[in-house]
C-alpha cells in the first residue's frame, strides 16, 4: 500500500534525515503528556471540531501524541495516514480537506468509508530541527465546515507551539540524561577514591575554603560538616612539618611545579601525602583555585622504616656470624689440621648456622622458638616419637644471636654425644630441659645431661670443640657455659641472658 503514494508524499515519509531526527527526539511511543493535551483541547475548540490531534509520522505509522477523539485515531497504518499528506504538501503552511469523500487520496480511507465516518480534515505540520515531523490536525464528522484564514492561521501558530513544546522536552530530557550520568559518574569517582582511601579537595584561594570528601576530613580530623578552611587544615599538620608544607605551597603559587608534600597528622601521628596543583589563576597571575588528592601512606612509610631497620640488623648479623664463621675456622683447623677432617667437622658447624640462618629470614630476623632450634639438631619430632632424648620446658621466642649460638652449642653437644658420649652406644640418653628465671640473672638456663653412656674421662675429649663452646661465643652472644664431665655424661648448664 506504501507504493500507492504518489512520489512526494513516499519521499518525505521514507526521507532518512527526518527518520533521523524523528528518532532522536525519542518521542514516539511515550506517555501521556497534559501540555499537548491543552493544545489539543485549545485546536478543537478554535475550529470547532469534534476531533483533534498531534501527531508524528515515521516510515510505518502515524502515531498521536495527543488525541481527542476514539482510539482508533490512535495509530493509524502509514497507507491510512491523513498527515502523511500535510507533511508533503512543502509549499503550503497548512491542508484543508474540506470533504474526505470527495477526495480521491481518502475516499476509500476505512475511517471514511467506515466509523467513525470522518469527512472534514484540516492540519498544519509540525516542524522541528527543519524537519517536517508530524501535524496538530482537527477533523469532524461534518464536511465543508465553514473555516477562514485567521483560524488556519491559529492553527499553523499551535502546530508551531507543539513544534517548540517538543524541542523544549528534548532539551529537558537531554539536560536531565547528562545531570544523570554527570551523578553516576560522580559516585562512582567518590567511590573510587573511597574506596581507594584517596582524600580529594579544592581550595578557593581568594575565600580560604576548601570543598572536600569525607576520606580527607577524616585523614585530616576534621568535623564531618560544615565549611572548612585552608588555615583549619594546616592547623592539623604536626608543627615540625609546618614550615616545609608552606613552602611547597609557597613553591607551586609561584613557579606553577605541583604541590607535593608529606606531613604527620598532629593528632593520629599518621602521615600523609598531598599533591595538588593550580587550576585557575587571575588575570594578574594570583592563583585562584588549587586541586589535589591525599593518600594516607603511613603503611608504607613504617613499612620503609622496618625494611631500613631489617638491613641495618642485618648488616648487624652479618659481622656476627662472620665473627663466629672466623672462630669456628679457628678452632675447627687447629683441633682438626688434616682437610679431610677439617672440611668435614666445619661443614657441620657451617650448615648449622645455615640453618639457624634460614629460620631467622623465615621470622624476618625477629626472632626464633626454641624449639625450632632444638629440632634442628634432634629432628622435628622430638617432642612426640623422641629417639632416646628427654625434651622439657616452654617454647620462647629467642632473640637471633642467641638462636644462632644455641644452635651451634646444641651441635656441639650432639656430635660429642654421637661421637663419645651418650648416643655413641645403645642405652645412653640426652635430658635437655630449660627455664627463664628472674633476678640478677635473668635469661634462659638450659641444662643438656647425658646418662647410660660410655665411662667419661675427667678431662675433655678432642672431638668436643670446648674451647668454641666456653669461649668464642661468649664473645658474640654473651653467654656462659659450663662444661662438668661427670662419671655417667657429659653435662652443660647453658645461660644466655634474655631481653625484659
Known amino acids: 500500500m506504501r507504493t500507492l503514494f504518489p512520489d512526494p508524499v513516499r519521499d518525505v515519509v521514507e526521507d532518512v534525515s527526518r527518520r533521523e531526527v524523528l528518532a532522536a527526539l525519542e518521542i514516539v511511543d511515550t506517555g501521556d503528556d497534559s501540555d499537548f493535551d491543552r493544545l489539543t483541547r485549545l485546536a478543537s475548540r478554535l475550529m470547532d471540531t469534534e476531533f483533534a490531534l498531534i501527531t508524528l509520522v515515521d516510515e510505518n505509522r502515524q502515531w498521536a501524541k495527543s488525541r481527542i477523539g476514539p482510539d482508533e485515531l490512535q495509530e493509524l497504518a502509514i497507507e491510512h495516514s491523513f498527515c502523511a499528506h500535510a507533511l508533503a504538501a512543502l509549499e503550503a503552511d497548512y491542508i484543508v480537506v474540506p470533504d474526505l ?40 464528522r461534518q464536511a465543508d465546515r465553514p473555516v477562514n484564514e485567521a483560524e488556519l492561521a491559529q492553527l499553523v501558530d499551535l502546530a508551531g507551539m507543539a513544534a517548540t513544546l517538543i524541542e523544549l522536552k528534548d532539551e529537558a530530557r537531554v539536560r536531565a540524561r547528562t545531570a544523570a550520568e554527570l551523578m553516576r559518574e560522580e559516585w562512582r569517582h567518590a567511590l573510587t577514591l573511597e574506596a581507594g582511601k584517596v582524600g580529594s579537595w579544592v581550595w578557593d584561594v581568594r575565600s580560604d575554603d576548601v570543598s572536600c570528601n569525607d576520606t580527607f576530613r577524616r585523614m585530616h580530623g576534621l568535623h564531618e560538616t560544615g565549611a572548612i578552611s585552608f588555615e583549619a587544615v594546616l592547623a592539623t599538620v604536626d608543627t615540625a612539618d609546618l614550615a616545609r608544607v608552606r613552602e611547597a605551597i609557597g613553591a607551586a603559587f609561584e613557579t606553577g611545579v605541583d604541590y607535593a608534600a608529606e606531613m604527620r597528622i598532629a593528632e593520629t601521628r599518621r602521615w600523609v601525602s598531598v599533591r595538588g596543583r593550580v587550576y585557575q589563576r587571575d588575570a594578574s597571575g594570583k592563583p585562584l583555585i588549587m586541586m589535589g588528592a591525599s593518600l594516607d601512606v603511613t603503611e608504607s ?35 682438626n689440621p688434616e682437610p679431610q677432617e677439617f672440611l668435614a667437622t666445619f661443614s657441620g658447624r657451617l650448615r648449622t648456622l645455615s640453618d639457624a640462618h634460614t629460620l631467622l629470614a623465615d621470622q624476618d630476623w625477629e626472632g626464633v622458638h626454641l624449639h625450632d632450634v632444638i629440632a634442628g639438631q634432634l629432628g622435628p619430632d622430638f617432642l612426640t616419637k623422641p629417639d632416646r632424648a628427654n625434651v622439657v620446658g616452654e617454647d620462647i621466642l629467642l632473640p637471633a644471636d642467641h638462636a644462632l649460638g644455641l644452635g651451634l652449642i646444641l651441635h656441639e653437644l650432639t656430635t660429642n654425644a654421637h661421637l663419645h658420649g651418650a648416643w655413641s652406644g645403645e642405652e645412653g640418653v640426652v635430658n635437655i630441659s630449660w627455664e627463664v628465671r628472674a633476678g640478677p640473672e635473668r635469661g634462659l638456663h638450659l641444662t643438656w645431661k647425658e646418662t647410660g653412656g660410655p665411662a667419661v674421662a675427667a678431662s675433655p675429649p678432642q672431638g668436643l670443640g670446648t674451647r668454641l663452646i666456653e669461649r668464642s661465643l661468649s664473645k658474640v652472644i654473651d653467654s656462659r657455659v659450663d662444661l662438668a664431665f661427670e662419671a655417667d655424661g657429659v653435662r652443660a648448664d647453658i645461660w644466655m641472658p634474655l631481653p625484659a
Open 101 to 140: 469523500t470527495r477526495d480521491q487520496r481518502f475516499a476509500h480511507h476505512p475511517m471514511v468509508v467506515g466509523p467513525p465516518g470522518l469527512r472534514f480534515y484540516a492540519g498544519a505540520p509540525i516542524i522541528v530541527r527543519g524537519q517536517r515531523l508530524g501535524t496538530l490536525c482537527v477533523l469532524d
Open 301 to 335: 612509610r613504617e613499612s620503609a622504616e622496618r625494611m631500613r631497620l631489617l638491613l641495618r640488623e642485618l648488616n648487624h648479623r652479618v659481622k656476627n656470624t662472620l665473627a663466629v664463621i672466623q672462630s669456628i675456622a679457628r678452632q675447627t683447623i687447629g683441633r
